[in-house]
Every structure is written in structure tokens, then in C-alpha cells.
């Protein structure tokens, strides 16, 4: 397996503009998590997916945020519009969830994200 | 809800001594504690990790121990090495789900 794939790499935009990050998880993992990670505020966890299902999404920051997860092998991270504030670089990972034991997340190498 | 404090948030040490990086954690019936590495530019990448039925795993260079009465994990370092320089990451899991709280990590700094 590849591992966990995200696109694109860095993403440079313009204030106001639509942003998608794309993630595709472990096949077989059925947990995939989106982090924000920033100098000031460290690793966030702004949603994650059971089954491709949201779970807990209380670390999105604001309205303008969204995620989605069509099915077992793809997710995208959507900001509209974007701010300046966002710029980070977001992270998604995966891992296999059994009953109560959760195994290792492995994460995608991250979209590098500017918005000026 | 779980929380999770590390310490410290930057550690340097000399090239060939050990170093230690503690966590605490707030829920009681967590029970899975992983350590992840983040080298510059990368992603976070586990290293190592402990569940709550056990006191104290090694793997090399490397090794983890948890006081489950005390609430607290820690994360050793032996004969350091330039490529330890990174930020540490500890994490726990909360209970009732799959979600993981994430300490705000520790940056490693080895001195030659």
C-alpha cells in the first residue's frame, strides 16, 4: 500500500477563494482523521470518520469549514471562502478501529496550505 | 473531557545522553498511548506506543513507561543521536470512542 495520500502538496490561493484538500486513507483503515497543524496552536483534530461516517466534528473551526466522506476510500477538506488565518498545513490520517482498540495512524505527508 | 500536558516543550541534550519527555493525562480509563516523531517538514510518524494493560515497553533505543495510577507516560531516549532532533508528540486515547488527544509536543534538540 502507498499509505495515506493526500493532494494537492501546497496549495497557494487567494483570500475569499475555494479551497478542496483531498485525502485517500489505508485501504482497509476504517478511522480517518483531519488535523490542522501551526506553530501557535500545535495539532489540531478538526474531524474525524468511523466508517465513513463524522463522528466528532467540534475541532472545525467555523462554518466555512467542511468534510465529507463519500465512501470508504476518499475524503475532502473543504474551505470557502478561505482567510488568511487558515494558512497551515493540514494533515490527514487513517487507522483500523477494533471494538474498542484503535491501531497505529498512519498519516499522509500533508497539503501545505497559503492563503494570501 | 481528556486532556493531555507534556513536558517540556523544548529539551536539549548532549549528544549521547538520555532524554525523557513525560505526558499526563486526565481520564482514568484511557487506554492506549502512542508516541509519535515529527522531523522537520515531515509528518508525524509512530514511534512507539503502550496500552493500558501494560507497565513498560522497550524497543531499542527506545522506551515507553506508564503509572496508570499516577496518570502519566513517559517516553526514554538512550545514547541519543543527531537524528533524534525532532518534535515528540504523546497522545492518548479516549475511551469512548477513537479519537486521539494529542499533547502539544516536545522539541528535541541533541547537541554534537
Known amino acids: 500500500d502507498a499509505g495515506v495520500i493526500q493532494s494537492p502538496r501546497h496549495e497557494v490561493t487567494e483570500m475569499g477563494q475555494e479551497v478542496t484538500l483531498r485525502c485517500k486513507p489505508i485501504?482497509?483503515?476504517?478511522?480517518l482523521f483531519w488535523y490542522r497543524q501551526t506553530m501557535m496552536r500545535g495539532l489540531e483534530l478538526l474531524i474525524y470518520?468511523?466508517?465513513?461516517?463524522?463522528?466528532?466534528d467540534s475541532g472545525m473551526p467555523e462554518d466555512r469549514f467542511s468534510a465529507k466522506m463519500p465512501n470508504a476510500s476518499f475524503s475532502t477538506l473543504k474551505i470557502q471562502p478561505s482567510e488568511p488565518r487558515d494558512s497551515a498545513v493540514y494533515f490527514c490520517?487513517?487507522?483500523?478501529?477494533?471494538?474498542?482498540?484503535?491501531?497505529?495512524?498512519?498519516f499522509g505527508q500533508g497539503t501545505r496550505l497559503t492563503v494570501v | 473531557g481528556e486532556n493531555v500536558e507534556q513536558h517540556p516543550s523544548t529539551l536539549s541534550v548532549q549528544e549521547g545522553d538520555s532524554a525523557v519527555i513525560k505526558c499526563t493525562y486526565s481520564?482514568?480509563?484511557?487506554?492506549?498511548f502512542p508516541w509519535y516523531k515529527q522531523e522537520l517538514g515531515k509528518r508525524p510518524q509512530l514511534i512507539i506506543d503502550?496500552?493500558?494493560n501494560v507497565g513498560e515497553k522497550k524497543d531499542q533505543r527506545i522506551a515507553v513507561t506508564l503509572n496508570k495510577t499516577a496518570k502519566h507516560f513517559s517516553l526514554h531516549i538512550t545514547e541519543t543521536q543527531p537524528e533524534d532532533s525532532a518534535v515528540y508528540f504523546c497522545?492518548?486515547?479516549?475511551?469512548?470512542?477513537?479519537?486521539?488527544?494529542w499533547g502539544a509536543g516536545t522539541k528535541l534538540i541533541i547537541k554534537p
Open positions: 497522545a492518548a486515547k479516549y475511551p469512548s470512542n477513537y479519537q486521539l488527544i
Open positions: 470518520f468511523n466508517n465513513n461516517v463524522p463522528i466528532d
Open positions: 485501504s482497509g483503515h476504517n478511522s
Open positions: 481520564d482514568s480509563a484511557s487506554n492506549y
Open positions: 503502550i496500552r493500558s
Open positions: 490520517a487513517s487507522s483500523l478501529a477494533l471494538g474498542a482498540q484503535l491501531t497505529e495512524a498512519f
